[in-house]
């Protein structure tokens, strides 16, 4: 089993910054993906950033392409998601996942079902 567990959420307003992390902890030998996640009220949980491999591999939603980052301390066994330029519509319950990557290729890095694990989420709200 792994657990998640994101942190750095809070209440900024728009134009700013946070910056998101996700703590694994167990057997995390046997994770090789991890991904970032939102949802919104009253909307479906919807796909923001992946890592992969060693950290060299990365996708990004269109909405967050340009403004987020995502990165790992291996070290750590940290995933990271820097936030810039934040919107109001960026405001959600964002979610730390976690899985196999050969998983996450069958079924495509943006699907929920590709991942095995999760983490608690972390409010981000955006004022405007």
């Known amino acids: 089993q792994v657990q998640l567990v994101e942190s750095g959420g809070g209440l900024v307003q728009a134009g700013g910054s946070l910056r998101l992390a996700c703590a694994a902890a167990?057997?995390?030998?046997?994770?090789?993906?991890f991904g970032w996640f939102r949802q919104a009220p009253g909307k479906e949980r919807e796909f923001v950033a992946n890592i992969r491999g060693s950290g060299s591999t990365t996708d990004y939603s269109d909405s967050v392409k340009g403004r987020f980052t995502i990165s790992r301390d291996n070290a750590k066994n940290t995933v990271y998601l820097q936030m810039n330029s934040l919107k109001p519509e960026d405001t959600a319950v964002y979610y730390c996942a976690a899985g196999s990557v050969l998983r996450v290729f069958r079924t495509g890095v943006a699907d929920v079902s590709g991942y095995d694990y999760w983490g608690q989420g972390t409010q981000v709200t955006v004022s405007s």
């Open positions: 167990g057997r995390t030998f046997s994770i090789t993906a």
